[in-house]
């Protein structure tokens, strides 16, 4: 279990069909009375407080997609990383003249990494 730490709202949007891509990897909240299963289906949007403790039940087959977005509050930053820095400029920031680095997917160059959930067989481990 986790919790978005210094973002304020956290949207998750399902990009796979439970059921046919993917079995398992159900989204759970930490609720008074223990975890909760939230339903979440192809296409359907969850927004909750990036506070809330929340995992995903490991993937057993398939390969479960869903796109995250965290809201953040404070100042822009450019740096390449999930910046804590309390400094007006981040040390790790790019400076003038310096390139942003980019992962390639999809025949694209992305400022950003895409990740998957994925379970393939016995031995192999889910990522996050």
């Known amino acids: 279990r986790h919790y978005d730490m210094d973002s304020l709202i956290t ?12 079995l398992g990897g159900q989204l759970q909240t ?27 039940a490991p993937v057993v087959q398939g390969c479960r997609r869903a ?13 390449p990383h999930r910046c804590t820095s309390f400094e007006r400029i981040c040390p790790q920031e790019n400076r003038p003249g310096e390139q942003i680095p980019t992962r390639k997917a999809l025949g694209r160059l992305l400022p950003f990494r895409l990740a998957a959930k994925r379970r393939d067989g016995p031995r192999s481990r889910s990522r996050s």
């Open 30 to 56: 930490l609720e008074v009375d223990g975890l909760k299963e939230h339903s979440f289906q192809l296409c359907d949007i969850l927004v909750f407080q990036a506070h809330k403790y929340h995992c995903v």
């Open 11 to 22: 949207v998750d949007v399902m990009c796979s069909e439970p059921g046919r891509d993917f």
């Open 67 to 79: 796109l995250v977005l965290e809201f953040w509050d404070g100042p822009a930053r450019h740096c």
